[in-house]
């Protein structure tokens, strides 16, 4: 198992690699890779993230899901008024919450 110093330093790594330039699959993987180490650091301190695991999922189910839809109308669904610009700031919006989420990991 790991220890928790390494699995703060992880995410410190990981959380640094998301910018609105990655896709918004990407951005997810990334995202969901976080949240699988909150909730290792769960594990290790039972019950001590639990907020950071409950706040940092209900961004990825609103912000980092909406950013993810814009991409799809753009890449696959090819809808016209929606807008590169428009998914770059989605994808600010919920890189910004997420850094809100775990504030006291980074």
């Not at 409950?54 to 993810?68: I, M, N, Q």
């Amino acid at each position: 198992m790991k220890e928790k110093e390494e699995i703060i330093k992880e995410i410190r790594t990981m959380f640094a690699t998301l910018t609105p330039d990655l896709t918004s699959a990407r951005l997810a993987s990334i995202s969901y890779s976080i949240l699988d180490l909150v909730i290792q650091l769960n594990n290790i301190e039972l019950g001590q993230y639990r907020q950071e695991i409950l706040a940092l999922s209900l961004t990825l189910d609103k912000e980092l899901a909406y950013a993810h839809e814009i991409g799809k109308d753009i890449y696959i669904k090819f809808v016209p008024f929606v807008t590169e610009e428009q998914l770059i700031k989605a994808k600010n919006v919920a890189i910004n919450k997420m850094r809100l989420d775990l504030t006291g990991l980074l």
